[in-house]
């Protein structure tokens, strides 16, 4: 059994990756149009009413920006926390809603949900690893630091979304204001490429078939830049990078089943609501 993935889009103009086995699959988040979603399939070749949930990892606006039009027209279940959905107006979302609690597998069909939480400036914002037949696919996008939770769980998957989002010597000499800077950099906002790099480096599983590098800043990062870095250490783990223009090839992802044993961390990280 495999698992079949793709980037519908990865970056702050909108985020959405497609997850799925033969007879079902999920959406983790819709930042793009319910329109270029349904396109960006079916030129894949994947058939939406395949979609049978999408999960929310936090309610910033590239991330959630296509769920209304997407879940009224095609009724599909959102996946998201309460406060989530209270903090983002998803209210209009109950009737079609589900919630989930961080390391609390939730099923779709024969598919495994989990949640992780993560550091990132949201109210309660989480990662996911969707499995399937003991093989694992993560989704590490919008963290702000390699936390316990990232680095245990990425040992995982067969298979990951992983955020390279900027590059150090770009932003420091960029335009961007320093407190915008400093949101980025500061542990609540993203992962740079030589944090990403790290994480891959001294975590790699040796399982791990495919990495799909996420959410590149348009004005802080180059994709030359994050593919050269990869490359020279890639081994036998595909390296693609997950753009904000299109969408990527379709991956079929098998491999050595291994026990889903999501890893909790010791201390879990605190909501905003209570910093």
């Known amino acids: 059994?495999?698992?079949?993935?793709?980037?519908?889009?990865?970056?702050?103009?909108?985020?959405?990756?497609?997850?799925?086995?033969?007879?079902?699959?999920?959406?983790?988040?819709?930042?793009?149009?319910c329109r270029e979603t349904e396109r960006r399939?079916?030129?894949?070749?994947?058939?939406?009413?395949?979609?049978?949930?999408?999960?929310?990892?936090h309610e910033h606006a590239d991330h959630i920006n296509g769920l209304h039009k997407l879940v009224k027209k095609h009724k599909i279940p959102v996946f998201v926390t309460a406060h989530t959905r209270r903090h983002a107006s998803l209210s209009w979302s109950e009737g079609l809603a589900g919630s989930f609690q961080a390391y609390e597998p939730v099923r779709v069909g024969a598919l495994s949900v989990t949640?992780?939480?993560k550091f990132h400036d949201a109210v309660d914002p989480h990662s996911f690893i969707v499995s399937h037949a003991g093989v694992n696919v993560g989704v590490f996008t919008d963290t702000g630091r390699l936390c316990e939770d990232l680095v245990k769980n990425f040992k995982l998957c067969h298979a990951a979304f992983l955020e390279s989002n900027y590059d150090e010597y770009m932003l420091e000499i960029g335009g961007y204001p320093l407190a915008l800077k400093n949101r980025i950099r500061g542990g609540f906002g993203h992962i740079s490429n030589r944090q990403?790099?790290?994480?891959?480096m001294e975590h790699r599983p040796t399982f791990m078939t495919h990495l799909l590098l996420s959410h590149l800043s348009k004005n802080n990062n180059k994709p030359e830049i994050v593919e050269q870095l990869f490359a020279a250490v890639a081994g036998t783990t595909k390296i693609v990078i997950a753009t904000r223009y299109q969408e990527t090839d379709v991956f079929?992802?098998?491999?050595?089943?291994?026990?889903h044993q999501i890893h909790q961390a010791k201390k879990q990280q605190l909501s905003l609501f209570d910093a």
């Open 196 to 200: 990403a790099l790290q994480l891959f």
């Open 41 to 57: 399939l079916k030129r894949l070749e994947l058939s939406i009413k395949k979609v049978k949930a999408i999960f929310i990892t």
């Open 252 to 259: 079929h992802i098998d491999g050595r089943p291994v026990p």
């Open 115 to 117: 949640a992780l939480p």
């Open 1 to 33: 059994m495999s698992l079949t993935i793709a980037s519908l889009n990865s970056g702050s103009n909108g985020n959405c990756y497609y997850i799925g086995n033969a007879n079902e699959a999920v959406l983790i988040d819709v930042g793009i149009s």
